[in-house]
């Protein structure tokens, strides 16, 4: 399976980041999603037409006078759901190469993919 973002997202790189550190910077924004009580959809885990790839989400770091916080451009509620129904960990996102290093000082990247590493989804595809 391949990991992936949309087309639109010009050269995000794939991350692992804590999901408590990202929830904690998410919950700042007004793209937060405090909960989501469904069952995932099918299509949140496959590229629609080839059916094939798993679609992430993009977050993006803003600053604000002291305060940090993280949008998620797309894909939340699918995120909200890992967080929290799931209770990930670490979970996969894309984010620009230069919201990482900073992301690295929040204690919000945990580390970069490794190329031909193994990902577990907590669904059945």
């Not at 797309?74 to 230069?98: C, F, P, Q, Y």
């Not at 900073?102 to 945990?110: P, S, T, Y």
Request: no cysteine; hydrophobic share 40%; charged share 30%.
């Amino acid at each position: 399976m391949k990991v992936l973002l949309r087309p639109s997202t010009g050269d995000m790189e794939i991350v692992w980041v804590n999901s408590e550190a990202l929830d904690r910077h998410w919950s700042n924004d007004d793209s937060y999603v405090s909960e989501y009580g469904a069952e995932p959809r099918s299509t949140w885990f496959v590229r629609r037409e080839t059916k094939e790839g798993l679609i992430l989400p993009e977050v993006i770091l803003h600053t604000t006078g002291d305060s940090m916080s993280a949008s998620i451009s797309a894909n939340r509620h699918r995120t909200r759901w890992l967080i929290s129904d799931k209770g990930l960990k670490e979970i996969l996102v894309g984010m620009w190469e230069g919201d990482i290093e900073k992301g690295i000082e929040l204690g919000l990247v945990a580390r970069r993919v490794q190329d031909d590493e193994q990902i577990e989804l907590p669904v059945e595809i």
